[in-house]
């Protein structure tokens, strides 16, 4: 009899042994998976409004970029970015991962090099290298101030501005470096367009 009962009772108290693990799973899951994860949110977007919705620049309505992200700007009128090896897809990111020895880099390193210099209008040897080779991402928001200087006066001219004050915007988009030590000055292309643009208005 007592052998009966014991046999009885044993799968009942596998279920409520096999109750604790399980809910504390759930729990995990729940607190982790969920709970950390919305509270991780409204903290960055508390502390960083702009960082945690990607830095996007709206006008009117419509996004138009991010501060993060290298977009192509084809007009004589603007600064142009590094070149992208994800041909400025933010889902693609990604370098061309050719080596310094390769044959089709040199030599499109060689043909970028004569045709910004043409656009530009200076000696080949005055290009950066940052113009004609892609960064690690493809998608480089930054050129150094020698990336930008070297493009002021085909900006200037073709906006009808004076060589000084597009030298002068330049100035005031470089960053310089964080606590005086990390980094390098920087010039961010987006926001130095939209400062042009807004010359005009």
């Keep these: 009899m007592n052998d009966l009962v014991s046999m009885d009772t044993h ?6 042994g096999l109750r604790a693990p399980i809910l504390f799973a759930v729990l ?5 998976g969920l709970l950390y994860s919305l509270a991780g949110t409204g ?5 960083f409004p702009a960082e945690a919705t990607g830095s996007v620049i709206q006008r009117d309505g419509y996004a138009i970029g991010s501060v993060l992200l290298s977009q192509p700007f084809k007009d004589a009128r603007y600064f142009q970015p590094r070149p992208s090896a994800a041909n400025y897809d933010p889902m693609s990111a990604s370098g061309s991962n050719q080596a310094r020895s390769n044959p089709d880099l040199r030599k499109r390193i060689a043909e ?8 530009d209008g200076i000696a080949s040897i005055d290009v950066p290298n940052e113009l004609v080779t892609q960064s690690g991402s493809g998608l480089d928001p930054h050129l150094s101030p020698a990336g930008a200087e070297v493009q002021v006066t085909r900006v200037a001219n073709a906006r009808g501005l004076d060589s000084m004050i597009v030298r002068k915007l330049v100035a005031q988009h470089t960053a310089t470096r ?7 000055p920087r010039v961010n292309v987006l926001q130095l367009n939209l400062a042009l643009d807004a010359l005009h208005h």
Excluded at 11 to 16: A, D, K, N, V
Excluded at 43 to 47: D, E, F, K, T, V
Excluded at 178 to 184: A, C, M, W
């Design 43 to 47: 903290l960055g977007r508390a502390l």
């Design 28 to 32: 995990i899951l729940v607190g982790f």
């Design 178 to 184: 964080q606590f005086g030590v990390l980094g390098e």
């Design 112 to 119: 970028a090099t004569i045709s910004i210099a043409a656009r």
């Design 11 to 16: 799968p009942l108290q596998e279920r409520i």
